[in-house]
């Protein structure tokens, strides 16, 4: 069965911090792995990674993937409040499983 | 171009009550699939679709049952609600899982009481 994990379940930071959230995942037949950011409706993507390594970038946000580690971090730099939401990360397969997602909340 | 368009957007249904979502989407994508999204919660997979024709179940199946007669359509019936089914209902598609970005309808509250 597969599996997406993600850490922590929720994070509070002050405006302007670093953040890092975590993606782990088990699955067979790994071709890409998903962020999405989700405020109050429906998820918006943030990144597609195929390529162990090769980081994406948008703006203050970053994404990059550790095939070896089965892992991806999502970065997010100078925090504003409208980057309060949760974050999901899912690994297409035939199902699209989703990781139960972090929730982060930016205090001004 | 549309995208993802689910009706209704809001419904409150009393137990024992059945209804149908609809999810219609008008850009040729084989995948289709239904989750459900509760309070605080990530999102978990109801039943999905890999094309016309075909469902298959996801991790939460139970209590729910999915059409998908027409590639644009992929309906999602509740046949008796129950409370326990009160929460956000998100339809998805692509054109090939992995290989492509998901594209999700504006979400259904649903409110069993």
């Known amino acids: 069965e597969d599996k997406v994990v993600q850490s922590p379940l929720s994070l509070v930071v002050h405006e302007g911090d670093t953040v890092t959230l975590n993606c782990s995942y088990e699955v067979t037949n790994f071709r890409s792995l998903l962020w999405y950011k989700q405020e109050k409706k429906a998820p918006t993507f943030l990144f597609m990674l195929t390529s162990s390594g090769i980081e994406k970038k948008s703006g203050r946000l970053s994404s990059i993937l550790d095939k070896k580690e089965l892992s991806s971090i999502l970065n997010i730099t100078a925090t504003q409040t409208g980057d309060s939401a949760i974050y999901l990360c899912?690994?297409?397969?035939?199902?699209?499983?989703f990781g139960t997602g972090t929730r982060l909340t930016i205090i001004p | 171009n549309a995208g993802v368009t689910q009706t209704p957007k809001f419904r409150v249904l009393k137990t024992g009550q059945s209804m149908t979502l609809l999810c219609a989407q008008d850009m040729n994508h084989e995948y289709m699939y239904w989750y459900r999204q509760d309070p605080g919660m990530g999102l978990r997979l109801i039943h999905y679709s890999v094309g016309e024709g075909t469902t298959a179940k996801g991790e939460v199946p139970d209590g729910y049952n999915v059409s998908r007669l027409k590639k644009q359509n992929f309906l999602l019936g509740l046949e008796s609600a129950a409370p326990s089914q009160t929460s956000v209902y998100f339809c998805?598609?692509?054109?090939?899982?992995?290989?492509?970005?998901?594209?999700f309808g504006s979400g259904t509250r649903l409110t069993v009481v």
């Open positions: 998805a598609s692509t054109r090939d899982n992995g290989n492509y970005g998901y594209t």
């Open positions: 899912a690994v297409p397969r035939e199902k699209l499983t």
